[in-house]
């Protein structure tokens, strides 16, 4: 490990112009290239204190031994150079996009004698016409087969027609119609030329001239009685429509456009794109993305940018891109663009309307992307029993944790405070043993002390089952029924699962034992005061042979009690992944009873406390009166006329609502207007 000291150039060599850099490593290898406005100010920002820097910054400068600069005249050069060295030097720290497939595209040969149209994939080539990419080769073949009835371009390879010019007899497509036979001469290159021209012309986008030419051929075959002719014209303008309808319209303006999505998290990022043509989606691909580097969304954006087009030219650079953010400088970016189409293009976030609403489709992809990317991990044996081999390796256990509950805590502003208990079982989730709890020892907002309190509930039933169930031999199992825990909100199994019949060990009763496991690792959402709560609370209970970490969410580390500094596991770790996955399931399990809780207590009205009547009463009632301010004013002989009410239930709603304290009045924020309550809500 070097220091970064000891290859610092002195402020006065580095210029302050624009430029390239590159970071090399002991054995002179290219490990960083970077780009900077000013190299002066950039290079300064790495040489900072090590405990200032970015992990994955501070791991760069570190395994680096030495940096060189190169000056451009303008920040569009050094764009390009920036791309062009990442291309060439493949280093270790940049973030650098890789299909996880090669993409097929719909190639025309403009370069050949004979233009031909293939499915094509791998590096393109100049002087060849690419359409797509297309997410599967079939769907080419199939629009190539449609428009092969209009347009009957060559097809075959170049044995096939040498072979078939040698004997004078072409082959089944050129019998068929579906090819023009230039390997016989029945057209001249000029006119096969023109024909794959006017493939390439509706492909771009260019339909409708080719269809109502069609349509007024086929009438005036009509109209002159050549049926023949014109059922042939209605059956290709119909086998064009069908080619057509494949993609659907998704901008009516005929806007020719690529839509750049990118979904992440501290570790990955994936990236989606939609080639719309002629307003339709001609083409997707997506990459996923190690973060190396210190980047954010913008810095994403112009990788992929730098990636998309760095080989590109002309049409294949659209005359507008829409992306999530910009670019840090995105003048140089749309000029470097522009000099890659020779025009000017438009880099910029949609804001409103059906480019709006086609990002967020692009975006709902790329989050999909990266879930399946995660999940692809969890689904195999060997990867979790490695990622759990990892997890006990680097927190010195020894065993792997076979079972790991996560906690997480969830409030809005320190209302309605939850907590949330997953359970993964040799690296799955099982969902049938989570669990949510509502937080009573105390209101407001103190995660440390929620963390404390759940835990040491948790434990406390696991305790309690245990010494029930007669597994201390010092304890002698409790006579008598088992008291009843049903409305123990701790007992309660997610909104969203439901325990199997053979989900888990029963008690005699039928009931299933809610807490009788122990896990080999508990997991906080959260760093040092989190896992410090949680441990303390397994230590009042004398609980020993359990392992307590913390996942803190911004920098990934995992932090250990009484440690001062936190286990760094590399980027690359299956343990790493699947502590990720808890932790995510956690929140997401916390954030969903929270939100379910809130909604309820908004949706709560005074006639809730009045015991024994339903939604069905309640509605009569407030339909009845109107509102629940008039039924609060209504005598109980009034409340008795209602149909279904008995004297007794008007009885106890004049009481409840006699007692339910006024609800807080709703206020219209732009006039200060008090608004009356004017249904059977409450204005909370």
């Known amino acids: 490990m070097a220091d970064p000291s000891s290859y610092r150039p ?76 990442i291309k060439e030097f493949d280093p270790r720290f940049n973030v650098k996009y890789r299909d996880d497939k090669s993409y097929p595209y719909l190639a025309v040969t403009l370069n050949e004698e004979f233009p031909r149209v293939q499915v094509m994939r791998g590096a393109k080539k100049k002087g060849v016409r690419y359409f797509g990419p297309y997410g599967h080769a079939w769907a080419i073949r199939e629009t190539v087969d449609l428009m092969l009835r209009v347009f009957p371009v060559r097809t075959c390879s170049a044995g096939v027609f040498k072979n078939a010019a040698r004997t004078g007899r072409p082959c089944l497509l050129g019998y068929i119609g579906k090819c023009s036979a230039p390997c016989v001469g029945r057209v001249t290159p000029e006119e096969h030329r023109e024909l794959a021209d006017d493939f390439c012309d509706f492909m771009a986008g260019r339909t409708g001239t080719y269809i109502r030419r069609l349509e007024k051929d086929m009438m ?34 005929a806007t020719d456009a690529d839509l750049i999505a990118v979904a992440e998290d501290e570790l990955e990022a994936a990236v989606q794109i939609f080639h719309v043509r002629g307003g339709r989606v001609r083409g997707q691909r997506g990459w996923v993305t190690d973060k190396v580097e210190n980047v954010d969304t913008s810095g994403l954006v112009e990788h992929a940018l730098q ?22 400088d995105p003048d140089a970016v749309s000029q470097w663009l522009a000099g890659r189409r020779g025009s000017q293009v438009s880099l910029r976030i949609p804001q409103r309307g059906d480019k709006k609403d086609l990002m967020a489709t692009v975006q709902r992809n790329a989050q999909q992307a ?79 002390r929620s963390m404390h309190e759940v835990i040491g509930r948790r434990f406390k039933r696991y305790l309690q089952d245990k010494e029930r169930t007669g597994e201390w031999e010092e304890t002698p199992a409790p006579t008598g029924p088992v008291p009843d825990t049903t409305s123990d909100p701790d007992a309660f199994p997610g909104p969203d699962t439901v325990p199997g019949p053979d989900a888990e060990p029963r008690e005699d009763d039928g009931r299933p034992k809610r807490f009788a496991y122990p896990p080999q690792l508990v997991v906080v959402d959260g760093g040092q005061p989190q896992v410090a709560a949680a441990k303390r609370a397994l230590d009042e209970l004398g609980i020993d042979d359990i392992a307590v970490c913390g996942l803190a969410k911004r920098l990934e580390e995992v932090w250990l009690p009484d440690d001062d500094d936190p286990v760094v596991l590399p980027r690359s770790s299956e343990g790493l992944y699947l502590l990720q996955r808890v932790r995510d399931e956690a929140h997401r399990f916390a954030i969903t009873y929270q939100r379910a809780k809130r909604a309820k207590r908004i949706r709560s009205s005074p006639l809730d406390a009045v015991a024994g009547l339903g939604e069905t009463r309640k509605q009569a009632l407030i339909k009845h009166f109107g509102s629940v301010k008039k039924l609060k004013q209504a005598t109980i002989d009034e409340i008795c006329e209602v149909p279904g009410i008995g004297r007794r239930t008007a009885e106890s709603v004049a009481v409840a609502l006699a007692s339910a304290a006024p609800a807080t009045p709703a206020v219209n924020t732009a006039t200060g207007e008090i608004i009356e309550e004017d249904d059977g809500g409450s204005t909370t």
């Open 10 to 85: 002195k402020p006065g060599q580095i210029p302050d112009s624009p430029g390239v850099y590159k970071f090399r490593d002991e054995h002179r290898r290219v490990i960083y290239v970077g780009k900077a406005k000013n190299l002066r100010q950039r290079l300064a920002n790495y040489f900072q204190d090590l405990a200032s820097l970015h992990p994955r910054t501070r791991t760069m400068v570190t395994t680096a031994a030495s940096v060189e600069w190169t000056v451009v005249s303008t920040e569009v050069e050094a764009l390009q150079l920036e791309y062009s060295w």
């Open 220 to 253: 005036a075959a009509a109209e002159e009685m050549e049926y023949e002719r014109a059922a042939r014209l209605r059956d290709d303008v119909e086998a064009l429509k069908r080619a057509m309808e494949k993609s659907a319209v998704v901008l009516a303006d």
């Open 307 to 328: 990636q998309l087009y760095g080989e590109e030219a002309g049409d294949a650079v659209p005359k507008e891109v829409l992306v999530p953010a910009l670019p840090e």
């Open 370 to 448: 990266l879930g399946l990317h995660k999940t692809k991990r969890a689904s195999d044996l060997t990867t979790r029993s490695r990622a759990l081999e990892e997890i006990a390796e680097a927190l010195g256990l020894d065993t792997a944790p076979l079972r790991v509950e996560c906690f997480d805590i969830s409030h809005l502003q320190g209302d309605d405070v939850v907590a949330s208990m997953v359970v993964f079982e040799d690296g799955l989730a099982r969902k049938s043993e989570y669990r949510r709890f509502q937080i009573k020892g105390f209101e407001g907002q103190d995660d440390v």
